[in-house]
Each structure stands twice: as structure tokens, then as C-alpha cells.
T-cell receptor, first 112, second 109 residues
Framework: NAGVTQTPKFQVLKTGQSMTLQCAQD?????MYWYRQDPGMGLRLIYY???????DKGEVPDGYNVSRLKKQNFLLGLESAAPSQTSVYFC???????????FGPGTRLTVL | GQNIDQPTEMTATEGAIVQINCTYQ??????LFWYQQHAGEAPTFLSY??LDGLEEKGRFSSFLSRSKGYSYLLLKELQMKDSASYLC??????????WGAGTKLIIKP
């Protein structure tokens, strides 16, 4: 059981570049989430997905897009990276929204 | 607005007891979670409270008072490996988790 995996672990982008962060879970969880974590701030929800094929905006969705075509995968896209998107990105999953969330190891993204 | 407050940093001695407080003001309440996060790692689940009272799990206990909007995490017999950030999170009326900024706990020998 790998749990929640994320790729890549580290990434450096130039302003304006695009990229996709990948997340996979093998626990048959229905719900998946993307967070960003910045120093001195709590985890902030970017997007979430309650089930395969559905996605909803969280607290800070601007500049991001997501895709949940398969139950086990949740992709986060940055269309045109900005320095304000420099952060650590965590993917998480849970069986339902009321259950505890399991987190991936994170992606450390720097936008120059 | 929704708000969760926890102390930024606390220091304790190995072998001692420490209590980390969390107060919240959220739109609705469907439970409170505590997570542990070691530096450079992902958060991991510690405890969940939805009813008032104390939940004990080994060296860790978590308390909830819904009427006061208050919770605490109690860590006993502190070990050096307990040095980490402790995150309080509340499940609001939309079943979304609202996170506190976390309390960095430093354990000294």
C-alpha cells in the first residue's frame, strides 16, 4: 500500500510556464483534495473532489485548474505560473468528507 | 469569517506534559481534528473529536468543548520525536476543513 503519492517532489518554474502536479491514491478513497501550505499560514484548500468526475473550488482556486478523470488520480494544473504560487503543495484523500484525510509527501514548487 | 487560533510556538522539556490549545469560530461544526506535522513532511492524523469531552489515545489526549469553541491536545511523557507542528482543523457546515496555522512544539532535553 503506497497510500498517497505525489509527483514531482521538487519543481522550479519560470514565470509564465505551465505544469501539472500529479496525485495518486490506492486506498479507494472517494474524496481528494489539493492544498497549499505557506509559512505562518494554515493549509489552504485549492480544489477538492468529492467523487470521480466532480470537482469544486476551495478557498484559493485562482490560477489553478484540476482534473479527476479516474477515482485514484487527482491532477492540479498551473496554467501560467506566478511567483505568488511558490509554495508547498499537498494532495490528500479521505473515504468521505467527514473522515480523516491522508496526505501525500508534498511538492515543493518555486516560481522565479 | 472563519477563524482558528493556536499559539505559534511552545517549548517543553523531555518527559514533561504539554497542552496545546485551539479556539475556533466557524460557520457550523462537524468535528475537530488534530494533526502532527514534522518539519519537511506531510501532516498525519492524530485525533478526532465531535462530542464534548476527552478522547485518550496512548500518550496523546484531545479535549473538546463545543459551547466554548475550544479544544486542546495533551501530550504526556514527552519524547524528542514529539518535536513537530501540531495542526488544529475544524470541519465546518459544508464539511470543509478549516485549518489553524499550527503550533510548533520544541522539546528540550
Amino acid at each position: 500500500n503506497a497510500g498517497v503519492t505525489q509527483t514531482p517532489k521538487f519543481q522550479v518554474l519560470k514565470t509564465g510556464q505551465s505544469m501539472t502536479l500529479q496525485c495518486a491514491q490506492d486506498m479507494n478513497h472517494n474524496s481528494m483534495y489539493w492544498y497549499r501550505q505557506d509559512p505562518g499560514m494554515g493549509l489552504r484548500l485549492i480544489y477538492y473532489s468529492a467523487s470521480e468526475g466532480t470537482t469544486d473550488k476551495g478557498e484559493v482556486p485562482d490560477g489553478y485548474n484540476v482534473s479527476r478523470l479516474k477515482k485514484q488520480n487527482f491532477l492540479l494544473g498551473l496554467e501560467s505560473a506566478a511567483p505568488s504560487q511558490t509554495s508547498v503543495y499537498f494532495c490528500a484523500s479521505s473515504y468521505s468528507s467527514e473522515q480523516s484525510q491522508y496526505f501525500g509527501p508534498g511538492t515543493r514548487l518555486t516560481v522565479l | 469569517g472563519q477563524n482558528i487560533d493556536q499559539p505559534t510556538e511552545m517549548t517543553a522539556t523531555e518527559g514533561a506534559i504539554v497542552q496545546i490549545n485551539c479556539t475556533y469560530q466557524t460557520s457550523g461544526f462537524n468535528g475537530l481534528f488534530w494533526y502532527q506535522q514534522h518539519a519537511g513532511e506531510a501532516p498525519t492524523f492524530l485525533s478526532y473529536n465531535v462530542l464534548d469531552g476527552l478522547e485518550e489515545k496512548g500518550r496523546f489526549s484531545s479535549f473538546l468543548s463545543r459551547s466554548k469553541g475550544y479544544s486542546y491536545l495533551l501530550l504526556k511523557e514527552l519524547q524528542m520525536k514529539d518535536s513537530a507542528s501540531y495542526l488544529c482543523a475544524v470541519l465546518d457546515s459544508n464539511y470543509q476543513l478549516i485549518w489553524g496555522a499550527g503550533t510548533k512544539l520544541i522539546i528540550k532535553p
